[in-house]
């Protein structure tokens, strides 16, 4: 039996896999077909997002029965748990959760453990409480007595790091943005995939003792530099002012204003800033055959990526996943909007499916046909397509199909279709119907999506709602209506 043979028979555990990290490693995993078992506080929360042969067991890093049954016959232990955004101190938190699993590892006969912490010399200065925890939480595993791989990594680039989100956040929303000066801290910004890529290959690395590795990317910047380089990729100019009374503390409810999303967790994010986190030991450079991509490639891989993950999404099946499923459902998915609703009607997939392949036909838009026009209008006024009154088939869609403003970007016969628009917008839109059938009945699911662009963009969005909302209600009674007038 080869080694990746035999690298694929030993049972991995992987803690955190409902996280960020975590959920892109299990991908990992499973498509290089690793034995992998889950463990995780609620197991729904994995429902339908595992292989077939990856196991999801009930587990929590405070519950040490909970661990042993879970480490039973584990060979490698991955270690991905983060408290910063629970209740209480963090710090103490993640000490007992690191502290008890160390020890169960241990008893459990565990062979390796293989955790992600933070960059950040505490030598040449004094660490956020964020960073220091962060390798505290190393130092208590290598203690285990379980041979440990951890590495320290900087900043990560990928559309659900809390960093990067948080970069996001501000260079979407603030055409200025005020910041202390000690944004300029040098960072070693590192993608999700590199990130992936050394904790995949960490399996196969022999080890008999513990070993650090500091990871990052391609170059060395600060977030000024992110900030600056997301803004330019997404065309967003943008005024960056330095104040240099601008403590953590301020910047924290700064932030917490811009976006409530990060008002637990900014203070500690945002005081970590100041450290440099580069690396200064370039070892894993030399046992990894891991080539890290530089920050424009990081940034612009993570929204391509984002890009194609939110396309290939049945909202059906995401909304009921979180608890959306309901009639009438507005959501946030990162820095897109999305307004779903859906109607039952007593027919087959293919008749539900008929109105919707006749959108911008004879019946038009279903609703407020006038205002489909006058919109038209006003896109070609500003240079847009305008409002093209043409079809390849009055009855039926096509991908690639021109629908007066729109384009067929998905289809699948009686199943869904979904538009992408080409008309002048401050940001992107889609408009999706999917169709489910069951017992002779069919839900009709109607999705708007919207991904603004600048404050223009989030502008648009708020102002024109209420109308919005008003002709995609109509839009979706006037389908529903359609597919009884014909039996």
């Known amino acids: 039996m080869d080694e990746s043979a035999q690298t694929n028979r030993k049972l991995i555990l992987l803690t955190g896999a409902t996280g960020y990290i975590g959920s892109s490693l299990l991908k990992k995993l499973e498509h290089e077909e690793i034995t992998v078992r889950c463990m995780v506080r609620r197991p729904k929360a994995l429902a339908g997002r595992t292989g077939p042969s990856t196991e999801v067991v009930q587990g929590d890093v405070f519950d040490t029965d909970s661990l042993a049954r879970a480490l039973k016959g584990v060979h490698t232990a991955y270690y991905l748990v983060h408290s910063l955004g629970g209740a209480g101190s963090f710090e103490v938190n993640d000490r007992r959760a690191s502290s008890n699993f160390s020890a169960a590892a241990r008893r459990a006969g565990v062979q390796k453990i293989i955790y992600l912490g933070g960059l950040g010399s505490s030598e040449a200065e004094k660490l956020s409480h964020h960073l220091a925890s962060r390798q505290e939480v190393g130092a208590i595993l290598r203690a285990s007595g379980v041979p440990t791989i951890e590495f320290r990594a900087s900043v990560v680039i990928g559309s659900g790091s809390l960093s990067f989100e948080m970069v996001r956040a501000l260079v979407e929303k603030l055409p200025v943005m005020t910041t202390p000066r000690w944004v300029r801290a040098l960072a070693q910004p590192i993608a999700i995939d590199d990130v992936v890529s050394y904790l995949f290959e960490a399996l196969s690395l022999e080890i008999a003792t513990n070993r650090v590795f500091e990871i990052g990317g391609g170059e060395k910047v600060s977030y000024e530099g992110i900030m600056r380089e997301y803004a330019r990729i997404r065309g967003l100019p943008r005024l960056i002012i330095h104040l240099p009374f601008l403590t953590p503390w301020l910047s924290s409810l700064w932030l917490a204003f811009v976006t409530p999303l990060f008002f637990r967790v900014g203070r500690r994010l945002i005081e970590g800033v100041r450290n440099e986190t580069v690396v200064r030991d370039g070892t894993a450079r030399q046992l990894f055959s891991v080539e890290p991509m530089g920050i424009t490639n990081a940034i612009s891989t993570a929204l391509e990526k984002e890009d194609r993950e939110f396309k290939t999404i049945r909202w059906a099946d995401e909304l009921s996943e979180k608890g959306h499923d309901v009639g009438h ?83 699948e016969e009686n199943r869904l279709v979904r538009f992408a628009a080409e008309m002048k917008l401050p940001g992107r839109a889609w408009l999706q119907f999917e169709v489910d059938a069951e017992n002779g009945r069919c839900r009709i699911r109607q999705t708007a999506l919207y991904e603004p662009l600048g404050v223009s963009g989030f502008a648009y969005w708020y102002v024109l709602y209420p109308m919005h909302m008003l002709i995609f209600k109509k839009m979706l009674e006037g389908i529903a209506a359609s597919t009884t007038e014909r039996r």
């Open 329 to 411: 459902c507005i959501a946030r998915f990162k820095t897109r909007y999305v307004d779903s609703r859906f109607v039952q009607v007593a027919c087959s997939a293919e008749r539900a499916f008929k109105p919707i392949g006749c959108i911008g036909g004879k019946n038009g838009w279903y609703s407020y046909n006038w205002l489909w026009s006058l919109r038209g209008l006003l896109d070609k006024l500003i240079g847009g397509v305008g409002f093209r009154r043409h079809r390849r088939d009055p009855e039926s869609l096509a991908l690639g199909d021109t629908v007066d403003f729109w384009r067929v970007d998905a289809f």
